[in-house]
């Protein structure tokens, strides 16, 4: 399963919104892909396609689909949004990620 902080929700709702979609019936698809300086980095995008094999979380009332091999780097993480000094955008809090790069964007097992 996947968490979303209450601020990425808020964030979420806003940002599908300002992109045309509905929070209330589409998703937030998120996913891992090989890349970045630690080997893979996080994907999100919204949709309203469920695929074939895709899992689908519901959590602080927001949607989450996953690829099939997705899941498996992803179980147990939290969604989260940061607006920092930094940058803001979304944070995934991975308790499965070993090692993680210094913007956070890419990890490794």
Do not use: H
């Not at 806003?14 to 892909?33: P, Y």
């Not at 074939?52 to 179980?75: P, Q, R, T």
């Not at 940058?87 to 991975?94: E, K």
Request: hydrophobic content about 35%.
């Amino acid at each position: 399963m996947i968490k979303v902080s209450e601020i990425a929700k808020k964030k979420v709702v806003e940002l599908m919104t300002d992109e045309g979609f509905n929070a209330i019936t589409d998703f937030v698809r998120v996913g891992v892909k090989s890349g970045g300086c630690s080997g893979l980095s996080y994907d999100l995008k919204f949709d309203n396609e469920q695929k074939e094999g895709d899992k689908v979380f519901e959590d602080n009332d927001v949607k989450i689909i996953v690829d099939k091999k997705s899941f498996l780097y992803l179980i147990g993480t939290t969604l989260e949004y940061s607006g920092g000094l930094n940058g803001a955008g979304f944070v995934f809090n991975n308790p499965n990620a070993n090692r993680t790069c210094g913007c956070g964007e890419s990890f490794s097992l």
